[in-house]
């Protein structure tokens, strides 16, 4: 299995911390994936400019044995059994949202994907989940821990933190 794996959950319609945990429990039941470990669980304001509900947003450690597309797609497919529409606005309102973060040293640049996630340093919802878990995680483009690493202000959307887990 390969580990070192951050993938990042949101959502912001019905149960979101139920739709988060749907996320946790589906992956878990894979046999070609585990959970790790888990963030806190932080409320957090939209962003965009799209008006909205607030999302819950937290990172997730995982290990799998499989291939990172075929990871993409598979959590792809959780998205879309907790009811996402794939065919809603950027940005826009979800019942889940699955990104990969870090999958272990991996550079990758594709048309639908791209690893390290381009935008997760920008995002402090994001940004401080995955800083809990990954402090000693070398990042595979800087070559640096990510303790290491100046990141530039984000912008504030995180409200609080409303869990101390998924697991």
């Known amino acids: 299995m390969i580990d070192k794996i ?6 912001n319609l019905g149960d979101r911390f ?6 946790v429990d589906e992956i878990n039941k894979s046999d070609r994936c585990r959970v ?10 939209p962003y965009g400019e799209i008006k909205q509900d607030n999302f819950y947003n937290a990172v997730i450690e995982i290990e799998t044995a499989l291939g990172f597309f ?12 907790a009811g996402r529409d794939e065919s809603t606005e950027k940005w826009g309102p979800r019942e889940l949202d699955i990104d990969i973060i870090f999958y272990n040293e991996l550079v990758y640049s594709g048309e639908s994907l791209t690893i390290p996630h381009k935008e997760y340093a ?16 070398k990042h595979p483009v800087l070559r640096k821990k990510l303790s290491d690493i100046k990141f530039e202000p984000t912008e ?12």
């Open 70 to 81: 075929d990871l993409y797609h598979f959590i792809k497919s959780i998205e879309r059994n």
């Open 122 to 137: 920008n995002r402090d919802f994001v940004l401080t989940p995955l800083l809990e878990l990954a402090l000693d995680y």
């Open 18 to 23: 139920g739709n988060l945990k749907f996320a």
């Open 156 to 167: 504030n959307h995180i409200l609080q933190k409303t869990y101390e887990s998924l697991l």
């Open 6 to 11: 951050f993938l990042g959950l949101g959502s």
């Open 36 to 45: 790790l470990r888990s963030s806190a669980v932080y409320e957090t304001t």
